[in-house]
């Protein structure tokens, strides 16, 4: 397997005029012409623009208009953000393809920043379920091994940016849909604090769960596009006033001065956990202490409770939005989808507010463990991607228990998933490393400090393409 350049590299390479963005671009496009149709990562492509878009960003930097790193960058939005350049399906035949027919507020920031948007990438329907053969959208499969399943909602995102169909993606994160498919498909996520990114041009599924936020190889990568994502809009009105960090500046490649805290949650998936994963995560902590952080144990308050929690929540506030349409067109709606979505009719309104009242109850928990650790580290899953046959499972009670994301969403703290080894059969696993509320800077560095001690994020995988030859990523 060889190394992909990451989109920190490539834009070194730009600038040093060792290749343009027309040839990053060209390169991108040939890779998702030989791999999308075995993966199953883009829903739409804007083929054409983009490569007008790769001339104008060379035009602008040879004439000494550089607009930072994200200039002349191929990257591909996750099909619930909207885009002028096409429509957003949110890869449902329920979805008015025409709702906000212009660039959300995070794409009009990448454009602005001179990014290259490629296409739109495959989601679960409505950011929500699993997939279904039967409807007529691309089935998202893990580049690491294809009878697997990409990881949930983020599909595309996730084995677009494995697969270097592009350099970096926008996912969204309400129970772990950034999360999940960075660790299945050995990526880097991260999901800013609640309010940090505006929403504004995302198809909701949960109004006080939902993030958007960034997906790439690397951290240094993540840091770099939530350096241009980040920040107020008032056309949202969950986001939050107030002054962002220099991301890419945080990264010092040391953890000299911090302290964090190990909570390995793996007992919680018993049988489920993957044999490898237990000596992966404490090998992965090892490594963090070797860069200089003191290593404490802690434990994450009301753990059970906010998975609870995040559940009630997110299906009742997703069956607010889907109620009518459940109704007017119920067999148009993948199985799995209304399937989880109609599962909220059991709630009542006094379970929605008890859920909500407990969720702030663990946020206030967590400043306590947060006035002694700096961050927080977990796996992000204690086992590998399921098999395709086996999604419907991982979205029922019983198969979470060996996913530790959900926590992060229900308390609003950014959290980041950065690969960190293999499972037993070769599937990617994934660290997890949360901060404090608009901490991403100080989750950011311990993510980079890891991968400059570490090539996990570096290992690419394997393709058979559908002439049967072997195309490494």
């Known amino acids: 397997m060889t ?6 590299e490539a834009g070194a390479a730009l600038r040093a005029g060792e290749l343009t963005s027309v040839e990053l671009t060209e390169q991108a496009l040939a890779q998702t012409d030989l791999l999308d149709g075995v993966v199953g990562g883009f829903v739409s492509r804007f083929n054409d623009k983009a490569r007008a878009a790769a001339r104008q960003a060379d035009v602008e930097l040879r004439a000494g208009r550089d607009r930072g790193p994200m200039h002349g960058i191929p990257l591909g939005i996750k099909d619930i ?4 350049d096409g429509p957003t399906t949110a890869q449902s035949l329920v979805h008015d393809a025409a709702w906000h027919p212009q660039d959300a507020v995070v794409v009009a920031r990448l454009r602005a920043a001179g990014a290259v948007i490629t296409g739109k990438l495959t989601t ?5 379920g699993t997939p279904d053969e039967s409807k007529p959208f691309p089935i998202p499969r893990n580049p690491w091994n294809t009878d697997r399943w990409a990881g949930g909602s983020s599909s595309g995102s996730g084995n677009a940016v494995a697969t270097g169909m592009v350099f970096g993606a926008l996912g969204t994160d309400t129970a772990g849909s950034i999360r999940i498919p960075s660790a299945y498909c050995g990526i880097t996520g991260l999901m800013p604090t609640f309010g940090r990114v505006p929403k504004s041009g995302c198809v909701p599924l949960g109004y006080t769960l939902d993030h958007i936020g960034p997906m790439a190889r690397s951290a240094a990568d993540c840091a770099a596009m939530l350096d241009v994502l980040a920040g107020y809009d008032a ?20 953890l000299a001065g911090l302290t964090v805290g190990v909570c390995s949650l793996m007992e919680r998936a018993g049988e489920l956990a993957d044999p490898a994963a237990a000596e992966v995560f404490a090998a992965a902590v090892g490594v963090l202490a070797d860069r200089g952080a003191t290593i404490v144990d802690v434990e994450l308050p009301l753990y059970d409770e906010m998975r609870a929690a995040n559940m009630v929540i997110m299906l009742s506030e997703a069956l607010a939005y889907h109620a009518t349409d459940l109704h007017r067109c119920w067999a148009e709606y993948f199985a799995g989808t209304r399937g989880i979505v109609s599962a909220a009719v059991s709630f009542t309104g006094a ?4 859920a909500q009242r407990v969720r702030r109850l663990a946020q206030l928990k967590m400043v306590d463990v947060f006035d002694s650790v700096d961050l927080v580290v977990t796996p992000t899953a204690a086992a590998g991607a399921t098999g395709l046959a086996g999604t419907d499972d991982v979205t029922k009670d019983d198969g979470l228990r060996a996913v530790f994301t959900q926590y992060w969403d229900c308390i ?3 959290a980041l998933s950065a690969p960190m080894g293999f499972t037993v059969d070769g599937l990617p696993l994934g660290l997890q490393i949360a901060a404090r509320p608009f901490g991403e800077a100080v989750a950011l560095r311990a993510a980079d400090a890891f991968q400059r001690a570490t090539d996990w994020h570096r290992r690419v995988p394997t393709v058979v393409t559908s002439d049967g030859t072997e195309s490494a990523a």
């Open 3 to 8: 190394p992909l350049m990451t989109m920190s």
């Open 81 to 84: 953000i909207t885009t002028e």
């Open 124 to 128: 679960m329907e409505f950011a929500i």
């Open 235 to 254: 056309s949202d009105p969950t986001c939050i006033d107030l002054p962002t960090g220099d991301y890419s500046g945080a990264l010092s490649g040391d």
């Open 351 to 354: 379970d929605y507010v008890q």
């Open 412 to 414: 609003g703290n950014p």
